[in-house]
Structures are given as C-alpha cells and as structure tokens.
C-alpha cells in the first residue's frame, strides 16, 4: 500500500526551531516528488513548495521562500519541513503529498502533522 | 502566480440534489486542473485530474469538465457522504500549483 506517515502533533515556543517528518513506503520514494502544504485554522489550503528527494532539487512558493526549509533522507525515504525560528503565525496543519512530476496532482496525502505556536 | 477562484464559497444542498461547483483560473490553464475533498479533520482526497478525468475509486456521480479558464465540478445526486468542502488546484505553472479558496458543501 502506498502511504505517507507523518510525524505527531508539536507544541512549540516562538523563537524555537522544529523539523517534521513525511516517510513514504509501498512506492519508489526517490522519483516521485514531495509536496507541502499549509492549512491554518479554519482556513483553505496554501501551496508552499515542493521537493525531489531523488536530488533534493526544491522549489518554494514566493509566500513561503526563506521562511522554511525542504529537506530529504532518501536512504529512508523520508521528507522534513523545517522552521529555524517559530512564530505564532506558523500555527497550521502541515500536510505532505506525493506527485508524480513537479507538475501534477497530488494523488497520496500524509494524514498531516498540527504544529502549535504559542509563548 | 495565477489565481484561482472558486464559487460559491458555501452551498447547502439536499441529498439527490445535483450539485455543481465553478473554479476560475486568471489565466488559462489548458485542462491542467484536479479537484480534491476534505472532510473535517482529514487530508485532502483527489477526485479529478486534468479536468475531467476520475481518479480509481473515485464515485461515477462526481464529474469534471471545462478547459482554459472555466472549469466545473459535478455531483450528480448528493450523497450523505459528499459533505465536505472541495478544491481545485491548477498544476500548469511548474513548481507553483495553486488552490483555489475551497467551497464547502452543507447537506
């Protein structure tokens, strides 16, 4: 079966620095790509970049350039999403997503991970 | 960037009812479009890609169509189940796919 795990929920401080998780199985993980997805409370969801964990060629959306960080191990087929620094404003569900080129549908989810923010 | 709108924002329906969802692009984006589903507390779910193709395991009362600027969601005959609200996403412009606000659907 093909799936996507994500990482558990995290609480967090401003200021802290955090890194999630997306590990992929049932697939080859190395030539697909990973993409990441905002989704704050209440709200619609945000496209923020994407990952090839064949290279770690990644590409980010202008809103999200410099304020995270895609990263991947392929020898255990598994993605991160990195802040260096919280703010309360990162406050979200994170989902990642499997596509099959840099331009295609996300067709596998990951269950997503609930990252909190708050002093 | 290009932009996509989505109308309406909400819609209630009742079950039976046929149900029909607008995505606009701002600029055209040939027949690369997929829609998703997410229900409360889920991850998104594809329905339909490239416009108006189903993806496996996806229910024959969902449809898609429209190419350029246009496109539509179908539901044929609402079901309890299809509550939840529903996206559309562009994947033309590579490394920058686009969402569109989300519509969602009240039973």
């Known amino acids: 079966e093909v799936q996507l795990v994500q990482s558990g929920a995290e609480v967090k401080k401003p200021g802290e620095s955090l890194k999630i998780s997306c590990k992929g199985s049932g697939y080859s993980f190395t030539t697909y790509w990973i993409g990441w997805v905002r989704q704050m409370p209440g709200k619609g969801l945000e496209w923020m970049g994407i990952i090839y964990p064949g290279d770690s060629d990644s590409r980010y959306s202008p809103s999200f350039q410099g304020q995270v960080t895609f990263s991947a191990d392929k020898s255990i087929s598994t993605a991160y999403l990195q802040w260096s620094s919280l703010k309360a404003s990162d406050t979200a569900m994170y989902y990642c997503?499997?596509?099959?080129?840099?331009?295609?549908?996300?067709?596998?989810w990951g269950k997503g991970t609930t990252v909190t923010v708050s002093s | 960037d290009i932009q996509m709108t989505q109308s309406p924002s909400t819609l209630s329906a009742s079950v039976g009812d046929r149900v029909t969802i607008t995505c606009r692009a701002s600029?055209?984006?040939?027949?690369?479009l997929a829609w998703y589903q997410q229900k409360p507390g889920k991850a998104p779910k594809l329905l339909i890609y490239?416009?108006?193709s189903l993806e496996s395991g996806v229910p024959s009362r969902f449809s898609g169509s429209g190419s350029e600027t246009e496109f539509t969601l179908t539901i044929s005959s609402l079901q309890p189940d299809d509550f939840g609200t529903y996206y559309c996403q562009q994947y033309y412009s590579y490394f920058a796919l686009t969402f569109g606000g989300g519509t969602k659907v009240e039973i």
């Open positions: 490239k416009a108006s």
């Open positions: 997503a499997r596509l099959i080129s840099s331009s295609s549908p996300m067709d596998v």
């Open positions: 600029q055209s984006i040939r027949s690369w």
